[in-house]
């Protein structure tokens, strides 16, 4: 069984008025045509989300330490500055 849910969305002229035309141009409502560009995007994010999910954790190294109590401004703007 397949639920239909009514919505109200705020689309601005210009996009209703393309989306207008590329219903009729398809031959198809607006409503079909959002509804598959939603599914588009809603796709490509889950995608993405899989993506990101499987590639893994980020690389880490050891950089050796802080060199600097950057709490102490003193001796920061000193290193900072070469001395």
């Known amino acids: 069984m397949v ?5 109200t969305l705020n689309i601005a002229d210009t996009v209703m008025e393309r989306l207008r035309e590329e219903a009729a141009r398809r031959g198809t409502t607006m409503s079909a045509l959002v509804e598959s560009g939603l599914r588009v995007v809603l796709a490509d994010d ?17 950089s050796g330490g802080q060199l600097v109590d950057i709490a102490d401004r003193e001796v920061l703007y000193r290193v900072m500055e070469g001395e």
Not at 3 to 7: A, P, R, S, V, Y
Not at 46 to 62: C, F, I, K, Q, T
């Open 3 to 7: 639920f239909h849910m009514k919505t």
């Open 46 to 62: 889950r995608a993405r989300d899989v993506e990101a999910s499987s590639s893994g954790p980020l690389p880490s190294w050891n």
